[in-house]
C-alpha cells in the first residue's frame, strides 16, 4: 500500500499531450544529447506530490544539514582535528583553504537522499558539495516536463530549474567576495564514462546566461586558464569533483593546490566533504549534547536509526546491546554503508545479504570503523506509469503511440539545496523489472524529477 504521504488524489494528467509528444519531448533533451536520460519505453509522468509534502523535503533538509553542519564544526577547531576526529584519510582532503570562505560555503551545495516509508521520509544520506550528479540531467527533466505538459502556463506545477538556482547563488557570490563576476567550471570528462561532452559547457552556459563569465577547464588546464602565473581571470570555481574519483583517475591535485593559493575560491570548500561523511550522520543520530529538545525530534523524525561501526555498546529500540552482537543477531533490521563512497558502492542490505557475506563484512567494519549502520527502512511503493510491454500490470490507455500501464516503484527522492534554497528534486527508482541498490550507474535506475502539484 502506498503512503499517506504521496497524496490521495489522482496525477493531474489532462494538460499532458499525447504519448507520442511527450516521448518525443523526453527523448529530445538537448537536441538528443542527453536521449540516455530518458529511453523510450519507461515513465510517462513526473513524480507528483502534494506541495505539503513537496515543501517538507525542503523543510527537513535544512534543518538537518544545519545539525550536520555544527556536529562537524565543534568536533575540533581546526580542519585537521575534524579529520583526525573521522579517523579519516587526512590525503583524501588535499584542498582546505585558509579563508573564511571554507567554513562559510561549507554546506552551500547539498542533495540528501530520502527514502519514504509508512510514516513518511526518511533521509538515509547527505551528499554535500559541488560534485554531486544529478544536476543537469534534472534541470533537462524539469524543462522537458514542463514542454510536455503544453508549457509553463497549462502545467499543473511548478518546475524548478536546479541549474537556475545555483547561477543566482553564484551571482551573489561573487557580490558577497566582491570579486569579479567570473566563475570557473572545473571537472574533467573522465568522469562521465562517455557522456556527452557539452555536458559541462551547458554548466558553463547557463552561468554566462546569468551576466557571469565562464569557462570550462580540466585540471591540466586550469592554471593557465586562470590567467595563473598572472591576474586571476576566474576569481571563484565551480568544483565539479571529488578526490575520491580524481585519485581513481590519477589526476595530479597540484593544480588545484596552485589555485587555490593564488586566491581562487574553489565552492562548495573541502569541509563539504568531511560533513557528507557518513560518520557524521551517526554523530547526529547518536546525539549531542549541544541539542535541543527540537533538534533531537527532529532527528527522531527524519534520520533512520544510524551508528558508526565499532566494538561498542549501542542502545537500540531502548535496549543496550554490544553493536557486534546486534547486528549479527539481526541482519534483516540494518543496512551496512562505508562512511565515504558512492553511487551506492559497497552497501550491503542486511536481509538480502547471504549469511557468511553478512558476517565478513561485520567483523571487517568494526575491525576498521570506517562504517556506519542503519536501521532498514521499508520503502512504500509509488505507482508510476510506463510505455512498453505491461508484463501484466494494468493498462492505463491509449494515448496515439502505444499503451501505457502502471507498476509500483521504489523512489529514492533527492532534493537540491542550493544556498538553502528549493532548487528542485531529482528521484530514481529502479525499472519494474529491477533489483538491487538504487543507482543509476550501478544498478541502471532511471531517473527523473518530483513536482509539487499545484
Not at 76 to 82: D, I, K, Q, V
Not at 89 to 110: G, S
Not at 121 to 141: C, Q, R, Y
Not at 392 to 404: N, Q
Request: aromatic content about 10%; glycine content about 10%.
Amino acid at each position: 500500500m502506498t503512503a499517506p504521504w504521496y497524496g490521495v488524489e489522482p496525477p493531474p494528467l489532462d494538460a499532458r499531450l499525447d504519448l507520442a509528444t511527450v516521448r518525443q519531448e523526453l527523448l529530445r533533451l538537448d537536441d538528443g544529447e542527453y536521449a540516455h536520460v530518458v529511453p523510450s519505453g519507461v515513465s510517462m509522468r513526473p513524480v507528483f506530490l502534494p506541495r505539503a509534502s513537496y515543501d517538507e523535503l525542503f523543510t527537513a533538509g535544512r534543518a538537518l544539514l544545519r545539525l550536520l553542519r555544527w556536529t562537524l564544526l565543534e568536533s575540533a577547531p581546526t580542519a585537521a582535528g575534524r579529520v583526525a576526529a573521522l579517523g579519516a584519510d587526512e590525503e583524501m582532503y588535499p584542498l582546505f583553504m585558509d579563508d573564511p570562505a571554507e567554513e562559510a560555503y561549507a554546506t552551500c551545495i547539498a542533495r540528501p537522499d530520502v527514502m519514504v516509508s509508512a510514516t513518511g521520509p526518511k533521509f538515509v544520506e547527505f551528499n554535500i558539495g559541488s560534485g554531486i550528479g544529478g544536476v543537469v540531467d534534472t534541470a533537462l527533466h524539469s524543462a522537458a516536463w514542463t514542454a510536455a505538459f503544453g508549457g509553463a502556463e497549462r502545467a499543473p506545477f511548478r518546475a524548478v530549474d536546479p541549474l537556475a538556482v545555483r547561477d543566482a547563488f553564484f551571482a551573489r557570490t561573487v557580490r558577497d567576495l566582491r570579486v569579479k563576476p567570473a566563475v570557473a567550471v572545473v571537472g574533467t570528462l573522465r568522469d562521465l564514462g562517455g557522456r556527452p561532452s557539452r555536458y559541462f559547457e551547458l554548466q558553463a552556459e547557463s552561468l554566462r546566461r546569468r551576466g557571469l563569465e565562464a569557462e570550462f577547464f580540466e585540471p591540466e588546464d586550469l592554471l593557465e586558464g586562470l590567467g595563473l602565473p598572472g591576474a586571476l581571470r576566474f576569481p571563484v570555481g565551480l568544483r565539479h569533483f571529488t578526490v575520491l574519483e580524481w585519485r581513481a583517475h590519477g589526476i595530479d591535485f597540484a593544480p588545484m593546490r596552485a589555485a587555490l593559493d593564488a586566491g581562487c575560491k574553489l565552492i562548495a570548500s573541502q569541509t563539504a566533504y568531511l560533513i557528507a561523511n557518513k560518520k557524521v550522520l551517526g554523530w547526529v543520530s547518536e546525539g549531542r549534547p549541544w541539542m535541543s529538545v527540537r533538534d533531537r525530534e527532529t532527528v527522531e523524525r527524519y534520520l533512520p536509526w544510524t551508528r558508526v561501526v565499532a566494538d561498542r555498546t549501542v542502545s537500540w529500540r531502548g535496549t543496550a546491546r554490544p553493536l557486534p552482537d546486534l547486528l549479527l543477531s539481526a541482519p534483516e533490521e540494518f543496512v551496512l554503508k562505508p562512511a565515504i563512497g558512492m553511487s551506492g558502492q559497497q552497501v550491503l542490505v542486511g536481509r538480502h545479504c547471504p549469511e557468511d557475506a553478512w558476517r565478513r563484512a561485520v567483523a571487517a567494519a568494526v575491525a576498521a570503523e570506517d562504517h556506519i549502520v542503519q536501521e532498514y527502512v521499508e520503502p512504500a511503493p509509488y505507482l508510476m506509469e510506463f510505455t512498453g510491454a505491461a508484463s501484466g500490470a494494468g493498462r492505463v490507455g491509449d494515448g496515439g503511440d502505444g499503451d501505457t500501464y502502471e507498476a509500483e516503484i521504489v523512489p529514492v527522492f533527492s532534493p537540491f539545496l542550493f544556498d538553502q534554497q528549493d532548487a528542485g528534486c531529482m528521484v530514481r527508482y529502479l525499472p519494474p523489472d529491477g533489483s538491487g541498490i538504487v543507482s543509476v550507474h550501478g544498478t541502471g535506475a532511471l531517473s527523473n524529477v518530483a513536482l509539487a502539484t499545484r
